[in-house]
T-cell receptor
Framework: AQSVTQPDIHITVSEGASLELRCNYSYGATPYLFWYVQSPGQGLQLLLKYFSGDTLVQGIKGFEAEFKRSQSSFNLRKPSVHWSDAAEYFC??????????FGRGTSLIVHP | DVKVTQSSRYLVKRTGEKVFLECVQDMDHENMFWYRQDPGLGLRLIYFSYDVKMKEKGDIPEGYSVSREKKERFSLILESASTNQTSMYLCASSLRARQETQYFGPGTRLLVL
């Protein structure tokens, strides 16, 4: 069975600082990988996804993620965090089926 | 603009009551999902439907049932609500392929007293 691990439950950064949220997946072949964001009181919204091609993927709101097969990782990055980025971030993977597996989420706290 | 709507944002019910949560999508998606979200546990799949009248159990189906009589509507039913079903419930829909994005509703926060 596939699994998705987000090792960090909480991440705290200062506004303007860079951000990296970690995601590791377990699946034999190349999975389809997604990052979603959940603002307080809202449903999830897709930030970006990877399924083939260039391993560096650009998303909305200035986010990017890099697929590294050798490390089974798909880490999310942003060069300069804004206060409005404070939210819950979920990594997800579709391996052998079209039912994605979600990580447990990382809560991002942004200090002014 | 794509849209997934859920019938209630907040719901308060008593133990033993039958509870209906409804989800409607306007994107003609084949797949619809019900998740439960609890702090520290992420999203856990309750049930999944890939077509009208078709359903599959997810990771935590106990105490829940679902109904999909029309393509755009997917209902989650708590036959006899219990306090441990207090949670945030999220509905999502997608096209059928693995690379397709899931579109989520705003969620229903259910409190069972």
């Amino acid at each position: 069975a596939q699994s998705v691990t987000q090792p960090d439950i909480h991440i705290t950064v200062s506004e303007g600082a860079s951000l990296e949220l970690r995601c590791n997946y377990s699946y034999g072949a190349t999975p389809y990988l997604f990052w979603y964001v959940q603002s307080p009181g809202q449903g999830l919204q897709l930030l970006l996804k990877y399924f083939s091609g260039d391993t560096l993927v650009q998303g909305i709101k200035g986010f990017e993620a890099e697929f590294k097969r050798s490390q089974s990782s798909f880490n999310l990055r942003k060069p300069s965090v804004h206060w409005s980025d404070a939210a819950e971030y979920f990594c997800a993977s579709s391996g052998g089926s079209y039912i994605p597996t979600f990580g447990r989420g990382t809560s991002l706290i942004v200090h002014p | 603009d794509v849209k997934v709507t859920q019938s209630s944002r907040y719901l308060v019910k008593r133990t033993g009551e039958k509870v209906f949560l409804e989800c409607v999508q306007d994107m003609d998606h084949e797949n619809m999902f019900w998740y439960r979200q609890d702090p520290g546990l992420g999203l856990r799949l309750i049930y999944f439907s890939y077509d009208v009248k078709m359903k599959e159990k997810g990771d935590i189906p106990e105490g829940y049932s679902v109904s999909r009589e029309k393509k755009e509507r997917f209902s989650l039913i708590l036959e006899s609500a219990s306090t441990n079903q207090t949670s945030m419930y999220l509905c999502a829909s997608s096209l059928r392929a693995r690379q397709e994005t899931q579109y989520f509703g705003p969620g229903t926060r259910l409190l069972v007293l």
